[in-house]
């Protein structure tokens, strides 16, 4: 089980805790709407959509989470800025958790999140992302606005490896969120293809023995378009987004981009599992303390 030397950072989004060692907070998984082909999305410019689905996908997200003792926080993705406001909205008015706002570029995310602080919503919004292509502009956009949160993604032509994305993030990333003042700043380590998680894995690793910094990663880019898989039937995809999420987990990470919410039954029960035996290996091997809040108080 792992041990990390470096003292890690716990941060605290609208009481959620990401980071920490392993074992001492749960999981947090990451569930998205209003991705393209979401079912629920009619109109991805004006943001229209069927409230029902969209309410009944989130309310058995947070249902499913909180049986499990997982943690959770919603991926809001959008295509334009209007509608990425009006699609959080209606997030941060069902539940509680905080959200991120995911928009492919600045153009649409700083805008977008800009109307969140008017609406009074910034302090459950989550930037995703600041990355390196955020020009100096822009970074003073972030601060003006007055952003508390933010995702440093660690994408890169020469950030491939973990070593780039360690030097990517000691010499933009971190830089940039600290002039922006993002007070809270969670590690995505991005996730290129599906063989290549492996550098995820190791990555991730890398971030909490060298920074101790709250980090993830969105296996979910690649493991619902694996087309190999599907020969074997659902039970069969299943078990392998499943695996591939508990992949992460073994590397330490603190949040997991799970992919569309409607998935969570399938991948959010085995997250508390190994969650859960991580809590209970350092609170009975290591003799260390672990949250009130754990898969460990639950499932067991």
């Known amino acids: 089980?792992?041990?990390?030397?470096?003292?890690?950072?716990?941060?605290?989004?609208a009481d959620v805790k990401i980071g920490g060692q392993p074992g001492v907070n749960p999981v947090v998984a990451i569930g998205s709407v209003f991705y393209s082909k979401h079912p629920a999305l009619k109109d991805e410019k004006t943001g229209k959509f069927d409230k029902k689905i969209v309410e009944q996908e989130l309310n058995n997200f947070i249902k499913i989470t909180e049986e499990n003792n997982i943690q959770a926080i919603i991926d809001v993705v959008g295509a334009y800025p209007d509608a990425l406001i009006k699609e959080c909205e209606f997030v941060a008015d069902l539940v509680d958790v905080p959200f991120l706002v995911d928009g492919l570029n600045d153009d649409i995310r700083i805008p977008a999140i800009e109307g969140l602080k008017e609406i009074g919503l910034l302090d459950k919004a989550i930037l995703n992302s600041i990355d390196e292509n955020t020009t100096e502009e822009n970074i003073y956009k972030i601060s003006d606005i007055g952003v508390k949160n933010a995702v440093l993604l660690t994408f890169g032509i020469r950030a491939i490896y973990p070593k780039n994305k360690i030097k990517l993030l000691r010499e933009q990333l971190i830089p940039k969120a600290e002039k922006a003042g993002i007070e809270n700043y969670?590690?995505?380590?991005?996730?290129?293809?599906?063989p290549s998680v492996s550098i995820n894995f190791e990555t991730c690793k890398l971030v909490k023995q060298e920074l101790g910094l709250p980090t993830g990663y969105a296996p979910s880019n690649a493991i619902y378009g694996w087309e190999f898989i599907k020969r074997f039937g659902d039970k069969a995809r299943c078990g392998a987004i499943s695996s591939i999420m508990i992949n992460a987990i073994d590397a330490g990470a603190d949040f997991i981009l799970i992919g569309p919410i409607k998935f969570a039954s399938c991948v959010v029960p085995s997250m508390a599992l190994i969650s859960g035996m991580r809590s209970y290996y350092r609170k009975r091997v290591l003799r260390k303390k672990i949250s009130d809040f754990t898969p460990l108080k639950k499932i067991f």
Not at 1 to 13: C, G, R, S
Not at 186 to 194: E, P, R
């Open 1 to 13: 089980m792992l041990e990390f030397d470096k003292e890690q950072k716990i941060i605290e989004i």
């Open 186 to 194: 969670i590690v995505d380590t991005a996730v290129l293809d599906l």
